[in-house]
């Protein structure tokens, strides 16, 4: 060996054993930070959008309706879901708006991925109550 080789061989011992990239893979699947409405909420207005806050972005190819949609009295309601990069956010928007005094369910099901690819695995549930 010369200098050279062995002055990088010891370089890399030195920062842990990689001369590439020091990041760790991102092996975590992508976590909520917020709901709206909250869990529980009550007198939530009507044409009001639900969102979910991600912990990190996600790829918006693997969000729809499918995925995110309303349970209103055991049947299931789809709406209009898009996804804002910037901001972490999902936003789902039912067409013509929730019935006075609605009990809804907002669902995410499994499925979501973030940009490393590791998917959301269980199914997310929050309840809330339309104003009447």
């Not at 760790?24 to 699947?29: A, K, L, R, S, V």
Request: aromatic share 8%.
């Amino acid at each position: 060996m010369n200098v050279k080789t062995v002055s990088v061989w010891l370089c890399c011992i030195m920062l842990g054993g990689g001369c590439g990239s020091s990041e760790e893979p991102d092996n975590t699947p992508p976590g909520i930070a917020s709901l709206d409405p909250a869990d529980g909420a009550t007198n939530v207005p009507r044409d009001s959008p639900v969102r979910i806050v991600f912990s990190e972005p996600i790829e918006r190819t693997t969000l729809d309706s499918n995925l995110f949609h309303f349970v209103i009295e055991s049947q299931n309601y789809y709406g209009s879901v898009s996804y804002d990069l910037a901001s972490y956010t999902a936003t789902l928007i039912k067409s013509g708006g929730f019935q006075p005094g609605a009990s809804v369910q907002a669902v995410l099901e499994p499925g979501v991925r973030d940009l490393a690819g590791n998917r959301l695995s269980q199914r997310i549930t929050w309840s809330f109550t339309i104003a009447p």
